[in-house]
């Protein structure tokens, strides 16, 4: 009789004890306070700013230094101007299906449970990837890994996913994607550093070279245009610092997380964490100015 | 824009064979993918070029803001307005072919330069050297071409073009040497400072 009632109450002990632990591993309905900076590193990095508006920016350098060319530089530009185009629709795509990755992570590092179906089905069904898509082979497999990934983990409502196990089988891809995006970035800066010098390399001749009484309503507008285009291009020339340290700082993150799954808990890790959450948004209201 | 009559020579005056048009359908390695270093490697030297082109671009900039300076304000003699001109014009070409390669770099259409790719950067970071400092106005223009040529050739990605190219822009260089015999400290062929643009 004893035996019977100590064996039926250790296991209702062992029960308890299970789900308690359960609860606390799957890290789901428990525990939200402890990767709370988990949370605000993934939300910061799913609303990073300035690649978007710089590919955009990119896409459309053609329309801003066409009235600049001759006609024989005209003809390359507007044959670099078809590539552009071709290839601005990946360059998005490749930060969309980023944005989805944190915000999936952000949502396993919090409580809410909400449908992230919609955002899923806009990536599409994948890169262009042809010879002229824009990309190189290992970032359109990074890109296809990370949606399969995001797929399964949606799809099947999160289940059996904790931040742990999301880090360690998205960092591979997330890091060859974050490169990608830091690369673009870069060229993104060289080709706007061409645009400027063809904008405003024309002034620097012609003005001098206007030196006729007739000359000086044209010298004028000449200098206040040029004044315009250069502060223009001041401005423009820091976003793309700016967007850089955000993408280095995304993927540092990151980094760390998969260096430390077991300790993502940890006192230094949330401080870490944390530090870079504030600098992302930091960096996105400098942006947004 | 502008109603004074501009006398503006498309690009260089004596154009190499330079193959303008691009081929659609680029020849790439489509078929196998390049390993992640390869690809790697490739992209970047495609980026390398480009900045190399960009720095003649800046240097040609420099050479003829510095011959405009000379004048100090005053008036500029037609045939150097001409010249300052047609060197600003393929400045403005070279800068159009950088960001072609640019545009590459991204795709990774354009296959390994290999064992070329070293001379070429050579090459470049001496023919930019040499703008600053040649004292000849039609060395520079007939320089400016091979340049032109050589970028134009490099966006094909194949290597007879390149080679040709190259090859032309050597001697060209080699042309400069004789007419501008080393002076004491005129080896100086280190970084040529950017364009000023306030």
């Known amino acids: 009789m004893n035996l019977r009632r100590f064996q039926s109450l250790s296991v209702l002990l062992t029960l308890a004890a299970g789900l308690l632990l359960g609860g606390c591993a799957n890290t789901t309905a428990n525990g939200p306070v402890s990767l709370y900076e988990v949370r605000q590193f993934a939300d910061a990095s799913a609303r990073i700013g300035g690649y978007g508006e710089l590919s955009r920016r990119y896409r459309d350098t053609y329309q801003r230094e066409q009235p600049y060319l001759s006609p024989a530089a005209d003809r390359i530009a507007r044959e670099n101007d078809a590539r552009r185009r071709a290839v601005y629709d990946d360059f998005v795509s490749i930060q969309k299906s980023l944005v989805l990755y944190m915000q999936t992570l952000s949502l396993l590092a919090g409580e809410g449970r909400y449908d992230l179906t919609p955002q899923l089905d806009d990536l599409g069904t994948g890169l262009k990837a042809n010879a002229e898509s824009g990309l190189q082979q290992r970032h359109i497999a990074a890109y296809t890994g990370l949606t399969r990934l995001l797929t399964r983990v949606i799809a099947s409502g999160y289940q059996n996913r904790s931040v742990a196990t999301m880090v360690r089988d998205g960092d591979a891809d997330v890091q060859a994607l974050l490169e990608a995006m830091i690369t673009l970035t870069r060229l993104y800066a060289k080709t706007n550093d061409n645009e400027k010098k063809t904008v405003l390399g024309i002034f620097d001749v012609e003005i001098p070279f206007s030196t006729k009484n007739q000359d000086r309503m044209l010298v004028t507008l000449a200098k206040v245009h040029y004044l315009n285009k250069a502060t223009e291009y001041k401005l423009v020339d820091k976003r793309y610092d700016l967007a850089l340290q955000g993408l280095t700082k995304v993927s540092l993150g990151h980094q760390r997380m998969r260096e430390n799954l077991n300790n993502l808990t940890g006192d230094e890790m949330r401080k870490l964490l944390a530090g870079y959450g504030r600098d992302l948004v930091a960096l996105r209201d400098a942006l947004s100015d | ?198």
Do not use: W
């Not at chain 2, 081929?23 to 070029?49: D, I, N």
């Not at chain 2, 991204?106 to 070329?116: D, E, F, M």
């Not at chain 2, 223009?141 to 007879?160: D, F, N, Y």
């Open chain 2, 1 to 198: 824009m502008a109603n004074e009559p501009t006398t503006r020579q498309p690009g260089a005056a004596a154009a190499p064979a330079a193959p303008a048009a691009v081929p659609a359908a680029a020849p790439s390695a489509a078929s196998k993918p390049p390993s992640p270093a390869e690809a790697l490697s490739t992209a970047k030297q495609v980026e390398e070029l480009a900045d190399k082109l960009s720095a003649c671009a800046d240097s040609i900039h420099a050479r003829v803001m510095s011959d405009i300076r000379r004048h100090g304000g005053g008036e500029v003699p037609e045939a150097e307005q001409a010249a300052a001109r047609a060197l600003l014009d393929a400045e403005i070409e070279l800068r159009q072919r950088a960001n072609r390669l640019y545009a590459e770099a991204a795709a990774c259409i354009v296959s390994s330069l290999g064992q070329s790719q070293q001379k070429l950067i050579q090459l470049t970071t001496d023919a930019a050297a040499k703008i600053q400092h040649i004292t000849r106005i039609s060395d520079g223009i007939s320089l400016v071409a091979r340049l032109l040529g050589l970028a134009a050739a490099a966006a094909t990605g194949q290597v007879m073009p390149i080679l040709a190219a190259v090859g032309a822009l050597k001697l060209q260089l080699d042309v400069i040497t004789l007419h501008n015999p080393p002076a004491a400290g005129t080896s100086t062929a280190s970084a040529v400072p950017p364009a000023e643009s306030a």
